[in-house]
């Protein structure tokens, strides 16, 4: 059966290369613990959250929200009986909804098929039955655990991007931020997890541990087990590209593949997806065997080409977002020096050495020297840089490395 092209949307779980090793081990893990699910945007968190989402094993009832663009603890709770009426609402109606004043009307309205739910009618309804929900939140929140509890059924509740919402949240208020992990905290803990029946799968595409710090709490997740989305091997790499363009039947050098891993860098699954998705296409116009050259043509388009620079552009767009200055403005610096070098990257002391030239001596060198610490440590964590060997960084992605020579070197 051909495999299809997924280059934006959902990859379906049927269609989800090389993930499923990945996939049994989080079950493992979300069997006896809560989990932190880490990965850079574009290399299929979300997918592989679906995949859970779609895929439940052991009788887990699984309930997915995207909480990016959240600003209050408050919303985070009411998203969650949403998404319950949406996605499990015999659930909602049966098991938690029975006897509560909070989803009067909302429980009526939660019927056995999913497209009859209005998800509006289910916000204003619950905003309605109390008008000071923002203040309430905690109450409210404790109150849906308690009732998830007591039906003695085992429930994941995926939580996308919590860092987003904690920048948001850190936006309007930092204390509010705070008091909302350190809760979130202690909901983990009681009752320890080998004895709950809620397990909580938290994603995120940017450093929480760096949020957090930022606020303050980086000791409010040390209770989540880490796991982080692995890259794909070289061979997983060229499989990938030799069996999708032989399902075409692409006529192709046998050295393609290959040309393709080495171009790509860390192979981030969409550009993956792209290259070859043009490869197949190019071919398709010549009718002829893709050669070596048409990998160079395939890269060099999909650099000037309009649908790869929206999505490489997020990469620099989010440096301003996520990075307090002076550190974006820094980040930025070394990203455009690293753009410029060769195969082999630059070592820490030539880039600490082009950080001192722009940060000034304003601050002490100690002062230097952890805020240089901090962003080397940030750039890594956040996916754009590696130390692709001892004592040598570049970018992690040879495609992002070309597009940000191009435009911002």
């Known amino acids: 059966m051909k495999a299809d092209f997924y280059t934006g949307s959902l990859v379906p779980p049927e269609d989800l290369w090389f993930r499923q090793p990945f996939i049994d081990q989080l079950w493992e893990k979300i069997r006896n613990e809560h989990v932190l699910l880490t990965a850079p945007r574009r290399t299929g968190k979300s997918s ?26 408050a919303d985070l709770f009411q998203t969650i009986i949403e998404n319950f009426c949406e996605q499990h609402p015999k659930f909602l109606r049966d098991l938690l909804g029975k006897g509560w004043t909070l989803l009067k009307g909302v429980v009526q309205a939660a019927g056995d098929r999913v ?3 209005d998800l509006y009618g289910t916000k204003i309804t ?22 998830i509890r007591k039906t003695k059924k085992k429930v994941l509740i995926i939580v996308d991007e919590l860092p987003d919402m904690l920048l948001n949240m850190k936006s309007e208020s930092s204390k509010d931020a705070r008091e909302f992990m350190a809760w979130f905290r202690k909901q983990r803990e009681m009752p320890p997890p080998d004895k709950d029946c809620i397990r909580w799968l938290v994603g995120g595409s940017i450093n929480l541990a760096g949020t957090l710090d930022d606020l303050g709490g980086i000791d409010l997740i ?5 796991e982080s989305l692995p890259v794909f091997t070289p061979d997983q790499v060229r499989q990938f590209v030799r069996e999708m363009l032989s399902q075409r039947l692409v006529q192709f050098h046998p050295d393609i593949p290959e040309l393709v891993e080495l171009r790509l860098g860390r192979p981030i699954p969409l550009f993956l997806q792209m290259a070859t998705q043009e490869l197949c296409r190019r071919w398709h116009n010549a009718l002829r065997e893709l050669d070596v050259h048409d990998v160079s043509i395939v890269f060099d388009s999909l650099v000037t080409g309009v649908g790869a620079q929206d999505k490489l552009q997020h990469y620099h767009s989010r440096i301003r977002r996520y990075y307090p200055e ?14 410029r070098s060769k195969a082999d990257g630059l070592t820490r002391k030539a880039l600490k050495s082009a950080f001192e030239k722009d940060v000034g001596v304003q601050t002490s060198q100690s002062e230097r020297d952890t805020l240089f610490n901090r962003i080397m440590h940030d750039l890594m964590n956040d996916f754009y840089i590696g130390e692709i060997k001892p004592d040598r960084f570049d970018f992690e992605s040879g495609l992002m490395k070309t597009w940000w020579k191009k435009y911002y070197a």
């Open 222 to 226: 040390n209770n989540l087990s880490v």
């Open 115 to 117: 497209e009859e739910v």
């Open 48 to 73: 592989v959250m679906n995949h859970i989402k779609e895929r439940p094993q052991d009788d887990f009832l699984v309930v997915y929200l995207n909480v990016q663009d959240l600003q209050r603890p």
């Open 126 to 147: 619950l905003r309605e039955n109390d008008p000071d929900w923002n203040s309430n939140w905690k109450k409210h929140a404790e109150e849906l655990l308690q009732r």
């Open 326 to 339: 002076p550190r974006g403005t820094l980040a930025y610096k070394l990203l455009s020096l690293l753009s």
